[in-house]
């Protein structure tokens, strides 16, 4: 969950959807060279390069769940200390407004 107005909650969204993209490239790129038949050695980069690319956005990932995971806590709080005002007892109004009207 995005906190509105948090960059770093916005930081970490554009990290982990850039090594997404990355690693939907990559994983492309293996396709496309299976297709190919493209020498041992290029699959054995490409397939290096899906694992590093699926390590970044784990970790990506891991530390936008913990951002959420802190910042939740904080937005609760927040609610928390938010102090509903209370609501006049019965007839309050109207004793207030009486009063106002006979002066």
């Known amino acids: 969950m995005r906190v509105p107005g948090c960059g770093e909650c916005q930081r970490l969204w554009e990290e982990y959807t850039d090594t997404t993209f990355a690693l939907v490239k990559l994983d492309t790129q293996v396709k496309m060279a299976t297709l190919r038949y493209e020498s041992l050695e290029v699959m054995a980069l490409l397939k290096e390069g899906v694992e590093a690319a699926t390590h970044r956005r784990n970790a990506a990932l891991a530390r936008l769940k913990q951002h959420e995971a802190t910042d939740q806590t904080r937005s609760s709080s927040r609610v928390l200390e938010f ?21």
Do not use: E, F, Y
């Open 83 to 103: 102090k509903i005002p209370q609501r006049p007892a019965a007839g309050t109004l109207t004793k207030t407004w009486n009063q106002n009207l006979h002066r």
